[in-house]
């Protein structure tokens, strides 16, 4: 075969070659691997499916939960306005009213100037008659009220507040009011789905619904001011301003929380954890608000703290919970049932008590009256004390008085004393005398019964002038149960008797 004949040869071939490589591709032929074939296939798989019908799925039924949670709870929640006038010195009225010149010429520049403060908040419809629950910072101090319900505008009366809780009830006059379903919080768990509802930031944004988890349960914020009872709910679901007196609601579409505040770092604005009042601690205090104007709560009268490591190794305790008693209001029910400096409360009623904040919150929970039993280690070992529980007052938040002598007839009477310094002379008008003067009668007591009063001077008791305290404490606790004291009273400018028969120690 000749030089050409061979060219023309592999011409040939060649072309051939090319014809069968061609028809392989334009078939589409998977020659090679088979991991492109695989995503060959996988392509035309997501683009034949694109057009089908969704996908029924559990965040479906979840999603469409919200929605009808939204639509169940939303007409339940208001927003709230209110006003309050403020009085606001000029910043002139200082240079204007010292100058008789300038006060010619100007003078209305040193005048008090009013001005109308305006806020915004949200409530919870929990009565179709128009109760509406909020928190007591969005109607504090305020001189009109009003709600706003589908743009429809109300006059709002303030039923009663608790500046303790930061719970208020206010009334609006309406019927067949949609009202929320009411959840028990005691039965949250951290975990659980959640959704707030309110107004933040300005009516335009009614009803915004945001939602979120619990975070966590029984925070205490250590904020100050008023607020003396903390059992937060924690929530990651956006609460902003505006959203305070809103409802924090579960997947049941129940109201588990009353939102009231928010933590908001250096931004000013919600990064995420907020708080909830728990809707059983605003229910009872709704409650007595409605029915009594005010707010019942037990009072113990033990100034207590949260033990740390330390403090709970030296008191023997096996860990860090309960509650320490630091001191003992002098007559009080822990007085009473002789609770003792260094006790550490562990239980009431059965009930653990984790750190200092919750025994002032289980304490409150129970009426004045109750009997309550605790449960407290002394010296290393647990006892039980059975403590029956006074009203507390307002003036209870303050620092207790300590029982420097626990068996003291003193303290059985009821009465606190002082004796008659300069200072009382000139404050009760009582120059040239001599005594012990009565700062303070305890509710219930012998004392308070006998008609005692803050200010009465005791000039005698059992015939025997007196001078001091001392010589007061050293005559009455020489006295026996059942014998009869009398007193000496100097009430204004005049003298009366008051006696009494000495109680038991």
Known sequence: MNILNRKTLVVFFSVIVGVVVGLVLASNFSWTNSGLANNQIAQTTYTSTSSAQPINSDLESTSRAFVEIAKRVTPTVVSITSEKTVKVNSPFSNFFNNDDFFRRFFPEQGDEREFTQRGLGSGVIISPDGYILTNYHVVKDADAVNVVIDRKEYDAQIVGSDPATDIAVIKIDAKNLPAAAIGDSDNLEVGELVLAIGSPFDLRLQHTVTSGIISAKGRALNIGGELTYQDFIQTDAAINPGNSGGALVNIHGELIGINTAIYAGNTGGNIGIGFAIPINLAKRVKDDLITHGKVYRGYLGVWIATPDAELSEALKLKDDRGAVVNEVAKGSPADRAGLRKYDVIIEVEGKQVDDSQMLTNLIASYNPGATVNLKVIRDGKTRDVSVKLDERQE??????????????????????????????????????????VVTGVRAGSPAEEKGFAAGDLIKEVNRQSITSVREFEKIVDATKAGDIVLFQVLRGNRNIFIAMRAPKL
């Open 395 to 436: 003036e209870s938040a303050k620092r207790p008085q300590i029982s420097q002598n626990e068996s003291s007839s003193l303290d059985k009477l009821g009465l606190e004393v002082s004796t008659l310094s300069r200072r009382l002379q000139e404050q009760y008008n009582y120059e040239g005398e001599t005594g012990v």
